[in-house]
């Protein structure tokens, strides 16, 4: 089993900063890319950013330059650090881990979800 364990989320002033982090842990036995994405009440969920096991990371358009995701693979730990937050930053935030565990002695990929926390940027 594998879990997803979100946190730091909350309420927050335009302009302001936030920090999420998630923690995957379980019967893991590599973990390719993890990102996180966001759903805001009445649309669907979108792509916020992603970072692959090098490194190498990928932001939509409306965050480039506020956001930075990063993550310790030691510790298989993703987080995003979230700077000049607008209002339409407000969104339930969803941790993803594209990874590898050991089922029945055979090593299978799964794609997991966190169980999502709530980001409120206030105007």
């Known amino acids: 089993q594998v879990q997803l364990v979100e946190s730091g989320g909350g309420l927050v002033q335009t302009g302001g900063s936030l920090r999420l982090s998630c923690a995957a842990s379980?019967?893991?036995?590599?973990?390719?890319?993890m990102g996180w994405y966001r759903q805001a009440p009445g649309k669907q969920r979108e792509l916020v950013a992603t970072?692959?096991?090098?490194?190498?990371?990928n932001y939509a358009d409306s965050v480039k330059g506020r956001f930075t995701i990063s993550r310790d693979n030691a510790k298989n730990t993703v987080y995003l650090q979230m700077n000049s937050l607008k209002p339409e930053d407000t969104a339930v935030y969803y941790c993803?881990?594209?990874?590898?565990?050991?089922?029945?002695?055979?090593?299978?990929?799964?794609?997991?979800w966190g169980q999502g926390t709530q980001v409120t940027v206030s105007s």
């Open positions: 970072i692959t096991s090098g490194g190498s990371t």
């Open positions: 379980g019967n893991i036995f590599s973990i390719n890319a």
């Open positions: 993803n881990a594209d990874l590898s565990t050991v089922i029945a002695g055979t090593v299978e990929e799964y794609d997991y």
